[in-house]
């Protein structure tokens, strides 16, 4: 008895084979008219015979591949590539806010109040339509009524840490409006340390101040340099010839490094009570109401529709490289550490010299050149050698999660 239970066993093992393979062969052989024409079935290109059998050991191989190929790329760290692809975004993104502000040949170059205006509300939108697609956002749209006020506290602080570096951009060149922009770690940590009670150690507080001395450098106030203040090529589109602008576009370029520090707190306070799309839709809301306040109270400023095809473009390239900005960081910081993901963002002055040059054919002057190194040295000793806290201490950006790496990234670019 028990020999013919193993060749029953046996026979009914053959059989489940042979049944897999009959459904694999027609599950191969199924797309319509598939041997027409030739009545001898598909061949390759040697001209042998392939049976469904092969066929299906070369889809099954073929899939293997594609696994292995995806499998591939999470195990290698695309995390950088992205991250440096989003700081090219990023550049072009800003690059375009200049070339509509500084457009010599309209006869009213965009405000930057109209350029956030239109950058914003596309924002908003986007946001809505993927909470009302998704359904993944708790409390949307507007969020948990406990921390409704610290949403829109965020959204309105967050309204002067971008429009700081709109501003700027009217006086001062790419790469000098960029570089004021990296004195924002050292201004969060000093915010943390008055407001939360964090550890602010003696080399933040220390790179922090020699920073400022790298800001006056670009600065270049006339009545501490004098004559070596006037030193540019002439090109107003570039950045502007008089101390007295360039005095106010770093001033309003380091009103954007407070706004953006001041987010930073805030989304400490609101830790992980709110889904990071609510953030940044508040942010975006706020945005567009206040420069739709600001066009309409301020004299002077109108909206206007962009008067050539060529304000249009650059319209959608701010609108499509945002987009793009957007989902490459999220992507590179979810698979990068936090430090690393810091140190990428310096690669933007290179871009922003880069077009500097190309575009306007403007290389920074010395002063403007050692005060961007002074700027990015410093920032580059405090995101390396910066003393890790204590693991007591709950820092989030010491083992950060999936959430809080999405959460960072996400409200990182839109100070920007």
């Known amino acids: ?70 499998l591939w790329i999470r195990k290698q760290n695309m995390g950088i590539p992205l991250l440096v692809f989003s700081t090219f975004c990023n ?48 409390g949307a749209p507007f969020g948990p009524p406990e921390i409704r006020k610290l949403l829109f506290l965020r959204g309105f602080v967050g309204f002067f840490g971008v429009s700081g570096l709109y501003y700027s951009l009217q006086y001062l060149s790419l790469s000098d409006a960029m570089a004021i922009t990296y ?55 570039v950045e502007s010839s008089s101390t007295e602008k360039r005095l106010i576009g770093t001033m309003l370029g380091l009103t954007g490094v407070l706004g953006a520090s001041g987010v930073y707190i805030i989304l400490r306070v609101i830790g992980f009570n709110a889904h990071p799309l609510l953030s940044v839709s508040y942010f975006a809301l706020t945005c567009v109401i206040v420069s739709t306040i600001g066009l309409i109270v301020i004299p002077g400023i109108s909206f206007a529709l962009p008067a050539s095809g060529y304000q249009w473009t650059l319209f959608c390239l701010i609108g499509l490289f945002g987009f793009i900005m ?28 880069f077009w500097d040059i190309v575009i306007w054919s403007h290389f920074p002057g010395f002063l403007s050149m050692l005060g961007i190194l002074i700027i990015l040295s410093n920032a580059y000793i405090v995101v390396k050698f910066k003393p890790d806290k204590e693991s007591s201490q709950g820092d989030i950006e010491s083992n950060p999660s999936r959430e809080e790496a999405e959460a960072i990234s996400l409200d990182d670019i839109e100070r920007k």
């Not at 053959?14 to 797309?31: G, H, M």
């Not at 170059?109 to 239109?118: E, G, N, R, S």
């Not at 009670?197 to 340099?225: D, M, Q, T």
């Open 1 to 70: 008895m028990g020999e013919e239970n193993n060749r029953r066993d046996t026979f009914q093992d053959i059989l489940s084979d042979q049944e897999e393979d009959e459904a694999l062969l027609s599950s191969n052989l199924s797309y319509p008219d598939n041997n027409e024409g030739d009545e001898h079935g598909d061949r390759d290109k040697n001209g042998s015979q392939r049976t469904g059998i092969e066929d299906a050991g070369y889809l099954r191989k073929l899939r293997s591949r594609y696994d292995d190929a995806k």
């Open 91 to 138: 550049s072009i993104m800003v690059t375009t806010c200049k070339l509509l502000e500084t457009d010599r040949a309209s006869a009213a170059p965009i405000h930057p109040l109209q350029i956030l205006f239109a950058r914003m509300a596309i924002t908003y939108a986007c946001c809505l339509a993927y909470m009302w697609a998704t359904k993944s956002v708790p």
């Open 183 to 237: 004195v924002i770690p050292m201004v969060t940590g000093f915010l943390a340390w008055v407001i939360l009670h964090e550890r602010y150690s003696l080399l933040e507080a220390g790179c922090g101040l020699i920073s400022l001395a790298g800001v006056g450098l670009i600065a270049k106030p006339k009545f501490i340099f004098g004559k070596a203040s006037l030193n540019t090529n002439g090109n107003e589109a």
């Open 326 to 353: 957007q989902f490459s960081l999220t992507a590179g910081i979810q698979r990068v550490k936090a430090s690393k993901a810091s140190l990428m963002s310096y690669i933007g002055m290179v871009f922003a010299i």
